[in-house]
């Protein structure tokens, strides 16, 4: 049975509640990606109030995976080939029917 840490690397590790667990926090690495995170989640919550729920909650979604597929393509992440593209192209096509649909009902 192998033991997961030798004694040298356990003592290497850090403690729970000790300066390196929160170091991370005040790094550009963390605080960018958090703070666009948040102004996500506020234009979230500003959309639920202010708009109709049948079009406001599958367009925040809709939008939240183009954006992380777009994101992660321009970090040159792999995104899924084909299969991602196929998706993408059938959420904006679902989103599409539900705005045009909203328009509808609304005139």
Do not use: W
């Amino acid at each position: 049975m192998k033991v997961p840490f030798s004694h040298k690397e356990r003592q290497s590790l850090p403690t729970p509640g000790s300066h390196a667990d929160t170091s991370f926090l005040f790094t550009t690495q963390y605080m960018v990606p958090f703070l666009l995170n948040q102004c996500g989640s506020l234009l979230f919550y500003i959309t639920l109030a202010s708009a109709d729920l049948t079009l406001a909650v599958p367009l925040c979604n809709s939008l939240a995976l183009i954006i992380t597929l777009g994101v992660g393509q321009f970090f040159g992440e792999d995104i899924g080939g084909k299969r991602a593209a196929v998706g993408l192209l059938l959420t904006i096509s679902g989103l599409a029917l539900c705005i045009a649909s909203c328009v509808n009902d609304s005139q």
